[in-house]
């Protein structure tokens, strides 16, 4: 790495979340030190505060209209992000429920995993392969509580390539909406690093956030039958879930050659005139479990 920069640093805009905020600031604390996690907080909820204690909070005006929010949102993370790659060799940007973690297999360290590189050799943005968890609960009954790791309760997902997001940098650089894709033309899906996207992770907590964001949507714009917008994957995420739930996983595995080789294959232009460039999307029909090698990992 270059010596005048410091390793590392994670960033995320959060607004509640306490949950997810507390988990992800216990995991990238630990790989980067709080004094290189950077939280964005909108409306400036005192909470978040304190649980990222030793961290650097910037609290963000709340926007009661949310007008093109997302797209906002992005065009302020990808500018941080840009800036940041000054003082840093890697950031690593996202949203605060998702964890960037290696195969333990591998190594217990991100900031020394990344440090494999050689300096002619380091790619300029680091997609992982994404890893959705999904909370069956007859399957996984017990709760999760502060005293155990996440994946010691839950270890059921699926595949979704939505989320092969090219969250690490070290150049500047720009997201779309989201996160899911960014301008940089050159691909890096990386061998050991998965991104744990957490929404389904738990049965309540699943109904409850996306009732609250559910209700949100509708106080902003309204009921979605009652305007033109494009139906959103926050829309019908709920209905998504439940039919996930009650399925049961077909293998114990993260070993999927011919999905990455076909990801890789995929590789293009997000479209004709998009700027953004894509792996391509999709998600598996079936269901899957982590090894118990990956319960300590957070």
Not at 8 to 26: I, K, P
Not at 171 to 198: C, M, Q, S, V, W
Not at 279 to 290: A, C, I, N, P
Request: proline share 6%; with cysteine; charged share 30%.
């Amino acid at each position: 790495m270059d010596d005048t920069k410091a390793p590392m640093a994670a960033m995320t805009m959060v607004g509640g979340d306490h949950f997810f905020l507390r988990r992800w600031v216990d995991y990238y604390g630990r790989h980067l030190g709080r004094e290189h996690l950077y939280v964005l907080s909108h409306g400036g909820d005192p909470e978040h505060r304190k649980i990222a204690e030793g961290c650097n909070v910037i609290y963000l005006p709340h926007d009661a209209t949310r007008y093109c929010f997302n797209q906002r949102r992005w065009q302020m993370l990808s500018m941080f992000t840009s800036g940041f790659t000054r003082y840093y060799n890697w950031i690593l940007t996202g949203d605060v429920d998702e964890i960037v973690a290696v195969d333990p297999a591998v190594s217990d360290n991100l900031v020394e995993y990344l440090k494999r590189f050689d300096a002619d050799a380091r790619p300029p943005v680091i997609s992982p392969l994404a890893i959705e968890m999904v909370h069956n609960p007859t399957l996984e009954p017990e709760p999760i509580t502060e005293d155990r790791n996440v994946l010691d309760v839950r270890r059921i997902y699926r595949l979704n390539a939505n989320y092969n997001k090219p969250c690490i940098t070290r150049n500047k650089i720009t997201f779309a909406p989201g996160g899911h894709f960014a301008n940089e033309r050159r691909k890096f899906l990386d061998p050991d690093l998965y991104l744990f996207h957490l929404r389904f992770v738990d049965y309540d907590m699943t109904e409850e956030r996306l009732s609250l964001r559910k209700s949100q949507r509708t106080r902003q714009s309204g009921a979605l039958e009652q305007t033109s917008r494009k139906v959103t994957g926050w829309d019908n995420a709920w209905e998504t879930y439940k039919q996930l739930s009650v399925k049961e996983p077909v293998a114990e595995t993260v070993d999927f050659p011919d999905l990455r080789q076909k990801l890789n294959d995929g590789w293009r232009r997000k479209d004709e005139k998009s700027p953004f460039f894509t792996f391509g999307g999709g998600r598996s029909k079936e269901l899957y479990k982590l090894p118990d090698r990956f319960a300590q990992v957070f």
